[in-house]
């Protein structure tokens, strides 16, 4: 998603809260999240959600707008004088609700889509951004994405921002107002972040607002879906933490395309959709596992693993079944090459680093961003539908959709819940099928597609909203509410 990143600060007096708009108090919606190791189970975390700062109202201290389309160049003229002009104002609990469609309850945080969708980040209650190091590690979420039609994204990923979210003198609001975003588009636009203090200061007085920066950053991306497609997708760059690009530094650091793993992109139609393998009329848990090459935090990122779990059965990813590609069903370096190589991939994955590239930024750490958009009148072919020219050649097709949105329905929304980062193995628990072959992916297996039994089994799913699977647990466990969308028999 291209989009504006600004942030107000003021240079005028090193005053607490200067640069921080007054109209009203930021109110993170709390969230809870876990981590686990495999000897010690899971322990439960507070932390909150942020809005992105580009969402918020930024304004003058008589309250002009600084951006009503753009920057107002009056008031902004360069970002020396926009900082001193300009506030970043906080959202309350009731404005996150009924301003941006944001609410959290326990573990689970919903976004409704409204009149625009909504970006947000998970913050640590230290006031800096939850830094995330999920090498050797896996990372866990439940997901209700029956409300999210074609042509919206879904998306929790992982961008390598700046933790504390570039404060400097020119940004006194940081993570708390959810600013320096940044991801392998280097998105560009009317520009004036945190990380603005960065720059040589050359560029620091010469900061126009003229559409020619951008803010580059490697970025995994877990999950980008909608009901009728899913992607998992590693966009390398070949710099070690967020830069600001300028010009055409901003198409020559970071891999865009990315190296994609679309269940039906890889000739598996039936696998994930409405009733099919994976049902997404109904929440299920997604798994995404980071193995290194000699299975410690400081290896070399060999693979990336998926694995879903849904009404307590362990569901493997579809194996690739296209012609000339290996029948794995991972994410590795030999994938992706082989990926370019046979369908005509952009060769940008290898070109900045490949998969080794992002493990290193993953071992750093990252940023959890989890946002709802569209792509009104274009649509978001590259992620369920037509990409390229052919229909009928291998990998054209990305999902069932056809046709592009042309007005956006305010009351598509999603469920995030029941984070859980730790060791590989340690975040999910379920009855563990054989693999997926590419052979029996076409249609639903029988371990995956079983008849819920009478009664639910130890871990399994007993309850929750749209479950229809057995809620009575087996002896001796009991049914009960981790959140409103999800039960279990412990
Ligand atoms: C509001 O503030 C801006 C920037 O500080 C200034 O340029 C403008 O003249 C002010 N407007 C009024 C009506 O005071
Ligand atoms: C830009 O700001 C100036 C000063 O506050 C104001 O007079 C002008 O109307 C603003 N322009 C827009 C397009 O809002
Ligand atoms: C926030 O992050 C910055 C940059 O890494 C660090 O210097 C600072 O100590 C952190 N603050 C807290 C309260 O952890
Ligand atoms: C694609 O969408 C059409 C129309 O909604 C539906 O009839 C068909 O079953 C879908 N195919 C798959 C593979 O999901
Ligand atoms: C995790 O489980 C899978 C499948 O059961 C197994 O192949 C793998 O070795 C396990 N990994 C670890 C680190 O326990």
Redesign the pocket.
């Known amino acids: 998603m291209l989009s504006v990143i600004f942030v107000a600060a003021s240079l005028i007096t090193s005053a607490l809260g200067q640069g921080i708009g007054t109209e009203t108090a930021e109110q993170a919606p709390p969230i809870t999240y876990s981590t686990c190791t495999t000897s010690g189970g899971c322990a439960t975390h507070d932390a909150s959600i942020v809005l992105d700062g580009n969402y918020r109202w930024i304004h003058t201290a008589n309250l002009t707008s600084c951006n009503p389309a753009g920057f107002n160049r009056t008031i902004c003229p360069d970002a020396t004088t926009c900082a001193e002009n300009c506030l970043i104002e906080g959202v309350d609990l009731a404005g996150y609700q009924t301003t941006y469609g944001i609410t959290t309850d326990g573990d689970a945080l919903n976004l409704v889509f409204g009149s625009g969708g909504s970006r947000v980040y998970l913050l ?1 209650p ?3 951004y939850t830094n995330f190091k999920v090498l050797n590690q896996e990372f866990t979420f439940d997901i209700d994405i029956s409300n999210v039609p074609c042509g919206y994204n879904a998306a929790l990923y992982f961008s390598e921002m ?3 979210g570039g ?1 400097s003198s020119l940004n006194k609001a940081g ?1 708390k107002y959810g600013t320096g975003y940044c991801d392998s588009q280097c998105p560009k636009g009317d520009f004036f972040d945190g990380i603005v203090g960065l720059l040589p200061p050359l560029m620091v007085a010469s900061v126009n607002f003229d559409g020619s920066l951008g803010a580059c950053c490697n970025e995994m991306d877990l999950w980008e879906a909608n009901s009728v497609a899913t992607q998992l997708t590693p966009h390398p760059c070949e710099i070690p933490s967020e830069i600001t690009c300028s010009g055409s530094q901003c198409t020559s650091v970071c891999d865009p395309s990315g190296c994609d793993f679309n269940p039906f992109r890889m000739g598996n139609p039936s696998f994930y959709g409405p009733g099919l393998t994976i049902d997404t009329n109904k929440p299920f848990t997604v798994v995404t596992q980071f193995v290194t090459n000699d299975g410690t935090d400081t290896g070399t990122l060999s693979e990336i693993r998926r694995i879903y779990v849904q009404n307590g059965v362990v569901i493997q990813n579809a194996a690739v079944n296209i012609p000339g590609l290996p029948a794995v069903n991972s994410l590795s370096q030999a994938f992706c090459t082989d990926k370019i190589n046979t369908l005509s991939d952009a060769a940008s994955f290898n070109t900045f680093g490949g998969l080794a590239q992002m493990g290193a930024s993953l071992a750093r750490g990252a940023v959890l961003v989890i946002s709802l958009w569209d792509s009104l009148g274009s649509g978001m072919f590259w992620l369920d539908g037509l990409e390229g020219s052919n229909p009928s050649s291998p990998g054209a097709l990305r999902g069932n959709c056809t046709t592009a949105n042309s007005i956006s329905d305010p009351s598509t929304s999603v469920t995030f819940s029941n984070i859980k980062v730790g060791d590989l193995n340690s975040t999910f628990a379920g009855l563990v099928p054989p693999p997926i072959s590419s052979s029996s992916s076409s249609g639903p297996t029988s371990t995956s597609s079983a008849p819920p039994a009478p009664t639910q089994t130890h871990w399994g799913q007993c309850g929750g909203m749209f479950y229809s699977g057995p809620i009575v647990c087996a002896s001796p466990f009991t049914c009960q509410e981790s959140n409103p969308y999800y039960s279990q028999c412990l």
């Open positions: 640590d230290s006031g800096n700046e933790v504390d404060l993570a």
